[in-house]
């Protein structure tokens, strides 16, 4: 797995990213991310954190290459996510969770190379894609504008976008929102 952009600084100072009051059980994890990648059907379900504090590196990286760039090899393709987009991710399915929604996040897009970005119809050329800083998905059975209201809501989201054709952004970037 490489380094991209700014996100292996990220790691080596892990964000402090719970609240005191969300501890966890040394006997069940919680901090686990349930995603489904909607090319290949492949599903991951692993903690990223074992005490909410440290990022537990196996998981991490099993969720990095969930969202990994499968248009290039994954020497190319794999690369360090931003822990905060994972964080960030975590809250969503976390909030689908409290309502009754135990579907995975299925994955449009993740990481993106340059190349692949190029490639990608409306994407932006400096797209934070590039970066591993953002995402775009859906879950089964959630309307994309609900999806996209319960991002914005989700503490530290930055950017969130709502395309009609059937996927929500979500990016670690300024905060924004628009429907595409
Ligand atoms: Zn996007």
Same mark, same amino acid.
């Given at each position: 797995m490489r380094a991209v952009g700014a996100t292996a600084a990220a790691l080596a100072v892990p964000a402090v990213f719970l609240s005191a009051s969300r #501890?966890?059980?040394?006997? @069940?994890? @919680?901090y686990v991310l349930w995603l489904e990648r909607m090319?290949?059907? +492949? /599903? &991951? =379900?692993? =903690?990223?954190? $074992?005490? %909410?504090?440290? *990022?537990?590196?196996? %998981?991490?990286? #099993?969720l990095c290459a969930a969202l990994r760039d499968a248009h290039v090899a994954p020497a190319e393709g794999d690369v360090y996510i931003s822990i905060t987009l994972i964080e960030l991710l975590?809250?969503?399915? /976390?909030?689908? $969770?409290? @309502?009754? &929604? #135990? @579907?995975?996040i299925v994955i449009h897009s993740g990481y993106r190379t340059p190349e692949t970005n190029a490639r990608t119809e409306g994407a932006a050329t400096n797209s934070l894609h590039m970066y591993g800083k953002a995402v775009d998905f859906e879950v089964?059975? *959630?309307?994309?504008?609900?999806? =996209?209201?319960?991002?914005? +809501?989700?503490?530290?989201s930055g950017g969130v976008g709502a395309y009609g054709g059937g996927w929500v952004h979500l990016d670690t970037g300024p905060r924004r929102y628009w429907s595409g």
């Open positions: #501890r966890a059980s040394a006997a @069940q994890p @919680q090319d290949t059907g +492949e /599903q &991951v =379900a692993d =903690a990223f954190s $074992l005490d %909410g504090k440290s *990022v537990y590196n196996p %998981g991490y990286y #099993r975590w809250g969503v399915q /976390q909030a689908l $969770l409290e @309502q009754g &929604v #135990r @579907q995975p089964p059975g *959630v309307d994309i504008y609900d999806l =996209a209201n319960l991002c914005w +809501e989700c503490p530290r």
